[in-house]
Structure formats: structure tokens, C-alpha cells
């Protein structure tokens, strides 16, 4: 055996050796740790590209949906505005079309009511001359009556 001062004992060379064993079990979780540590960024930065990606795209698809929003609108402005001078035009034309029917009717209505009124004048003058007639019949003396007396 050594001496005690300069010598390294048995147990000296166990706790060195226990102590170089528990340096390397530590190394080893440290590593195994930072490993672990760098895969869990790595995944945080990974999701988080991917939702900004999908973040990205959404903004996008606004915009783009935006910007159209506009064109869309005119469209439907238009095909309204369309529709209801369409329907505008069809008013006009069968308000035209009535109006001619109800002047067409007030028409011939005015040529019933003329010819009615000339039959009556015809029927007023006829009465007149049978009413003319009467009178002078009742007026005059009956000549059969006036010689049978005689």
C-alpha cells in the first residue's frame, strides 16, 4: 500500500469512479434533456408554421373574397336593375295595349249609342207624324157620320 498523503486509496479510486459514473448519467440526461428540449421547439415552431401558413391562406381567401365582394354586388345590381326595367318595359306595354282596348271599347260604345240615338230619333220622328195624324183625324169632322144625318 501507498502512503496515506500521496497515495490514492481504493476508495478514493471508487468514489472517482463513482463520481465519473454519475458524471456521464448526468451528462447523458442532460443531453437526452436538451434532445428533448430541441424536439419540443421543434414542434412548437413547426405547429406554429403551420398555423401561420393556414393563417396566411385564410387571409387570402378574405382578401380575394373581399375584392370580389364589390363585382359581386355591381352583378347583382345590375340583374335587379335589369330585371325591374324588364318589368318596367312589360308595365308600359300592357297599360298601352289596355288603354288602346279601352279606347277601342269607348269607341264602339260611342257608335252603339249614336246608332241608338238615330233608331230613337227615327222611332221620335215616326211617333210624331202617327201623333200628327191622329190630331187632324180628331180634329176633322167625320164625313160618313155627317151625310148618313143628312
Known amino acids: 500500500m501507498m502512503s496515506p498523503k500521496g497515495?490514492?486509496?481504493?476508495?478514493g479510486v471508487a468514489e472517482i469512479r463513482d463520481l465519473k459514473q454519475t458524471l456521464f448519467a448526468l451528462r447523458d440526461e442532460l443531453e437526452r434533456a436538451q434532445r428533448n428540449i430541441d424536439e419540443s421547439v421543434r414542434r412548437s415552431v413547426s405547429g406554429a408554421n403551420a398555423e401561420i401558413t393556414q393563417l396566411k391562406a385564410t387571409v387570402v381567401a378574405l382578401r380575394d373574397e373581399l375584392e370580389a365582394w364589390p363585382l359581386r354586388r355591381d352583378d347583382a345590381v345590375r340583374l335587379a336593375q335589369a330585371a325591374l326595367l324588364d318589368e318596367i318595359k312589360q308595365l308600359k306595354e300592357t297599360?298601352?295595349?289596355?288603354?288602346?282596348?279601352?279606347e277601342l271599347a269607348q269607341i264602339t260604345q260611342q257608335s252603339a249609342i249614336?246608332?241608338?240615338?238615330?233608331?230613337?230619333?227615327?222611332?221620335?220622328?215616326?211617333?210624331?207624324?202617327?201623333?200628327?195624324?191622329l190630331r187632324q183625324q180628331l180634329q176633322a169632322p167625320p164625313t160618313g157620320q155627317l151625310k148618313s144625318k143628312l
Open 114 to 133: 249614336a246608332a241608338a240615338r238615330a233608331q230613337d230619333m227615327g222611332e221620335i220622328a215616326q211617333l210624331k207624324a202617327t201623333i200628327i195624324a
Open 95 to 102: 297599360v298601352a295595349a289596355l288603354r288602346e282596348s279601352l
Open 7 to 11: 497515495a490514492i486509496t481504493q476508495s
